[in-house]
């Protein structure tokens, strides 16, 4: 009997894929199976100078309910601790990814499934998302970033409301907070986050990943060394390829091909 496949991966566009968690009579709950499937693909595609960016959304109603708490259910001490450490390891392979990752949030993101979606670069929700880290509920805490990712996005007083409530924010909310840059009605999620997606694709490659390195090294650095990183990416990008075909389609009136290169 073949095991569940717990992930779609599609082609949305050149340079963009469009990642589907897929288990939807399960709200797209994270299972070991799924966590294995996401840390093979990130594995996969962070080595992919091909890729450009990548969505990620859930099938169905959901984005992702979080751990399966289901299959966790009578796990021992040591079981539990072996899947998480396969989750953190996923986690970190999919913060590695060197090119941008758009959390396309369709449905409630709980728990892990929230933190898959403030661990992409950014995000955009349906009207009828809603987004909360619910673990002291538990009688544990987000433990695959949760806490730092939700702290960076919205400031630590905000943070710690959302934390040790445990209470979800509905869209709205969570656009007004930071958590999100969008939102949009359900059935234009997708298209409207393609079209994006397939901007930023459409951008130097090179540049847009030494973006993604600056923004995300840089938040935590003072600002001088903030600022050296910039000009440390700055200093070997006009030297490229791209960067002369940028400048030569821009005077020329066209569009650029730029090659990664």
Not at 10 to 38: C, F, H, I, Y
Not at 90 to 115: H, K, S, T, V, Y
Not at 180 to 205: G, H, M, T, Y
């Amino acid at each position: 009997m073949s095991q569940e496949t717990t992930i779609e991966v599609a082609d949305a566009a050149p340079g963009v894929k469009l990642v589907t968690l897929s288990r939807p009579a399960a709200a797209n709950a994270l299972s070991t199976a799924m966590g294995r499937e996401l840390l093979a693909l990130w594995t996969v595609l962070k080595d992919n100078a091909a890729v450009r960016v990548v969505v990620m959304t859930g099938a169905g109603r959901f984005f992702c309910a979080g751990a399966d708490l289901k299959e966790r259910d009578g796990m021992s001490d040591q079981e539990w601790g072996d899947q998480h450490r396969l989750f953190e390891d996923m986690i970190r392979a999919q913060l590695d990814c060197p090119f941008p990752l758009i959390a396309a949030i369709n449905g409630a993101a709980m728990g892990g499934g929230a933190e898959m979606a403030l661990a992409c670069d950014f995000a955009w929700a349906s009207e009828t998302a809603r987004i909360g880290l619910p673990e002291a509920g538990l009688g544990i805490i987000p433990g695959l970033g949760g806490t730092q990712l939700l702290t960076r996005a919205v400031g630590e007083r905000r943070a710690a409301e959302m934390l040790m409530s445990g209470a979800p924010v509905d869209a709205e909310e969570a656009l007004t907070i930071g958590v999100v840059n969008r939102v949009c009605p359900p059935d234009e999620l997708i298209a409207q986050v393609l079209v994006q997606a397939k901007l930023i694709a459409s951008k130097a490659p090179l540049s847009v990943r030494a973006l993604k390195k600056v923004v995300r090294t840089g938040a935590v650095l003072p600002l001088d060394q903030a600022m050296a990183l910039e000009l440390s990416e700055y200093n070997r990008l006009f030297v490229t390829e791209d960067r002369r075909e940028g400048v030569a389609a821009f005077n020329q009136k066209r569009t650029a091909a730029f090659q990664g290169r």
